[in-house]
């Protein structure tokens, strides 16, 4: 499978069942405009939709990932979205953005270089492993222009970043080094290729059996905010489904013939 999806703001190049989805507003370090906004919900709502999905890699074209809100282009009045209007999710326009990667089906791996700050930091958020450049600078940003976090952060980072030094980093507005970052669980990884360790992480993803890896997210899912009975019984319902499927079988017959497996996609993206 391989495809292409052109965006002013945002691009998509699907191969082997792996999106490398890329911020594309590099001359303005791919700040959060407007258009931008509407390009990413745009994106992830295709990715939802696409056949044969196994994995998605987010990064940003230029210097950096995402410099957050383009403050100029809000200050101008130019902002133009409703933050009291609620998707079924009950995400607003702007925390989808961030939030609807957590949604989708597949898992998603964020690579950042350069700056992600603000509104860039909780997009990094979304994603289900983050990698960064050793010397991206990173920053929640929003206290510096009186604001708060919005866009799904607070959600977001529960449960992966350490409670007190959040606290204090969103306080603050201060700027993060990527070992603090870190250490703390805001970042997953760090690597001087951030991009080629997520795509690898990806593709080691694709190789996998769909129907797994699709249930295993929905089960981090659950466990996000279900207690231990609803966790445990979650479980086994994706046990149950899974044991002598097509796609669990052929993981045992490869692994016992010594060959790559050929995984058929789930039914409902067939």
């Known amino acids: 499978m391989t495809e292409d999806i052109v965006d ?38 295709r990715l939802a939709a696409l056949p044969g999905l196994r994995a998605v890699v987010l990064s940003g074209e230029g210097r950096a990932f995402c410099a957050g809100l383009d403050i100029a282009a809000m200050a101008a009045g130019d902002a133009g979205i409703a933050l009291d209007a609620r998707r079924d999710d009950g995400s607003n326009a702007v925390q989808y953005v961030c939030t ?18 603000g509104g860039g930091c909780q997009l990094l958020a979304g994603a289900d492993l983050r990698v960064a450049h050793p010397a991206t600078r990173l920053s929640i940003r929003e206290t ?16 992966s970043v350490r409670d007190d030094v959040l606290r204090e980093w969103v306080y ?11 250490a ?6 760090l690597d001087p290729e951030p991009r080629e360790r997520a ?45 002598g499927a097509p796609n669990q079988r052929e993981a045992v017959r490869a692994e016992l013939e010594r060959r790559a497996p050929a995984f058929t996609d789930p039914p409902e993206r067939r």
Request: hydrophobic share 60%; net charge negative.
């Open 199 to 243: 795509l690898a992480i990806a593709r080691a993803i694709a190789a996998r059996s769909p129907d797994a890896v699709r249930a295993a997210k929905r089960l981090f899912a659950v466990a996000a905010d279900a207690d231990a009975r609803a966790i445990l019984a979650a479980e086994s319902a994706e046990q149950i489904a899974l044991l």
């Open 144 to 159: 510096h222009w009186g604001l708060v976090p919005d866009m799904g952060g607070y959600a977001l980072w529960r449960g």
């Open 184 to 189: 703390a669980g805001l970042i997953t990884y």
């Open 100 to 117: 609807g990667w957590r949604a989708l089906p597949v898992p998603v791996i964020a690579a950042a270089h350069g700056v992600a700050f």
């Open 8 to 45: 002013e703001r945002v691009t998509i190049a699907v191969a082997d069942g792996v999106a490398d989805v890329r911020l594309a507003r590099a001359d303005k370090m791919n700040a959060l405009d407007p258009a931008m906004f509407a390009a990413l919900a745009q994106a992830i709502d």
């Open 172 to 182: 603050t507005a201060r700027e993060l080094s990527a070992d603090e970052a870190q």
